[in-house]
């Protein structure tokens, strides 16, 4: 059994953090929390401050890598990377060609993780109940926004990977989704492909800015949170819970496109029978939650999409018994 605590344990989690990254409405901050790791994380995070410049310039590398717990960060974020390329190569293909299986899959993953996430709650009382509510209307109101137009712009980037990276601090808020509302999904991957494929100066200047955003998100953000899951504990995970809850609506496997968006930014109403070739060139601005029945898109696939549910859920189980 790989434990938590073993660099390749960590390396694997980080692995499956940096997947659910990519894939907008799935959090990487649920993964760390169901694999055992979200405190850890949050403690490693959060001691990052002034005082690590000072030991880095005194040349103390040994007590800086201690106090950031250095060999946890850097099985994580290795692992992360590996995860996030997988995605970018492999996952983004399985969404074009089997997108049912694939959302039903994170459907019952996610589902399940927010049923591990309640019941870590100590005692579940009319404060906790509230938050839950709270958390579950903030994640519908965020996953019903429609995504506006995004910009290549430095400060913008810095902005927009402070916001995403808030994924990796909060378990149902996803990183890659906020892109998507941000309007910079397709521009943030497209930089991370074509530099891998091109190496061209201008994609690499996109994702510096970009992780700039990231790393400025991540030192800020994570003391706010670790603060208040370190005396809050229960009312933050219930609402977390309510996050995990409310970014279900994102994910459910059938969902009928409304309106469409093509190249020049005209709007288009869905019509059926639409080719999946003129679909994929074009974005969703709004979708309708359906029943297989009422589903348009593509055959249902009922049996095989319920199979897919049903194993994510299992995976969960499995990973919160190691953890």
Request: aromatic residues 10%.
């Amino acid at each position: 059994m790989i434990g938590s605590s073993s660099t390749l344990g960590i390396a694997l989690r980080g692995m499956a953090m940096g997947i659910a990254e990519a894939i907008p409405g799935v959090s990487g901050g649920t993964i760390a929390f169901v694999t055992g790791i979200y405190e850890r994380l949050l403690l490693a995070i959060s001691a990052v401050d002034l005082s690590c410049i000072s030991l880095l310039v005194r040349g103390r590398w040994k007590e800086l890598w201690t106090k950031i717990d250095g060999s946890f960060l850097l099985a994580l974020g290795g692992g992360m990377i590996v995860g996030i390329g997988v995605s970018v190569f492999t996952i983004t293909e399985l969404l074009e060609r089997f997108p049912e299986y694939l959302w039903a899959f994170f459907f019952g993953l996610i589902a399940a993780s927010a049923v591990y996430i309640a019941s870590t709650v100590s005692a579940w009382k009319l404060g906790q109940i509230l938050l839950l509510i709270a958390g579950v209307a903030i994640a519908l109101l965020v996953c019903t926004l429609s995504p506006v137009q995004g910009s290549s712009h430095p400060l913008y980037l810095i902005i927009c990977g402070m916001i995403a990276i808030s994924a990796l601090i909060l378990p149902g808020v996803s990183g890659s989704f906020m892109l998507l509302i941000l309007g910079l999904y397709a521009t943030v991957l497209g930089a991370l492909r074509g530099f891998v494929e091109t190496q061209q100066m201008e994609q690499l200047q996109i994702i510096i800015f970009f992780a700039v955003g990231c790393l400025l998100g991540l030192v800020i953000f994570s003391r706010v949170v670790s603060w208040a899951f370190q005396t809050y504990r229960d009312p933050m995970l219930a609402l977390m819970t309510g996050f995990v809850l409310g970014s279900l609506y994102k994910i459910w496997p059938w969902r009928n496109a409304v309106l469409l968006m093509n190249d020049s930014g005209e709007e288009l109403p869905y019509t059926v029978g639409l080719a999946s070739t003129e679909l994929s060139e074009m974005k969703v601005l709004s979708e309708k939650l359906v029943l297989p029945g009422d589903y348009l898109m593509g055959s249902p696939h009922t049996a095989i999409v319920l199979v897919c549910a049903l194993l994510g859920a299992a995976i969960v189980f499995l990973m919160s018994r190691r953890s």
